[in-house]
Nanobody, 121 residues
Framework: VQLQASGGGLVQAGGSLRLSCAAS??????MGWFRQAPGKEREFVVA????????YYADFVKGRFTISRDNAKNTVYLQMNSLKPEDTAVYYC?????????????????WGQGTQVTVSS
């Protein structure tokens, strides 16, 4: 499956962005968002089960980011509110064939190309 991430951009601190990740076909995979800032390792942000009924958030985004999915459109969304300069990174979506929702990069099987999010102070 191919993943296409979009929706990144430049926003002021406190602002919002919504990222989208479109899959090339219908899947029953769990989906996740990761991010990578310059000079840092890629880190887990949030994941959602294939059905959309459960989600797991990194502590640093709880209460600010919301993940959702529309399986009819083969698309996962990441609504990001109250953005901070430290949220600046390239955001990647990924799909996992695992039977449970996973949070480490090595457990994801497919990756999108990334979309840049820049938050100015």
């Amino acid at each position: 499956v191919q993943l296409q991430a979009s929706g990144g951009g430049l926003v002021q601190a406190g602002g919002s962005l919504r990222l989208s990740c479109a899959a090339s076909r219908r899947t029953f995979y769990h989906m996740g968002w990761f991010r990578q800032a310059p000079g840092k390792e890629r880190e887990f942000v949030v994941a959602i089960s294939w059905s959309g009924d459960s989600a797991y958030y990194a502590d640093f985004v709880k209460g600010r980011f919301t993940i959702s999915r529309d399986n009819a459109k083969n698309t996962v969304y990441l609504q990001m509110n109250s953005l901070k300069p430290e949220d600046t990174a390239v955001y990647y979506c990924a799909a996992a064939k695992n039977t449970i929702v996973v949070v480490t990069t090595k457990e994801y099987d497919y990756w999108g190309q990334g979309t840049q999010v820049t938050v100015s102070s």
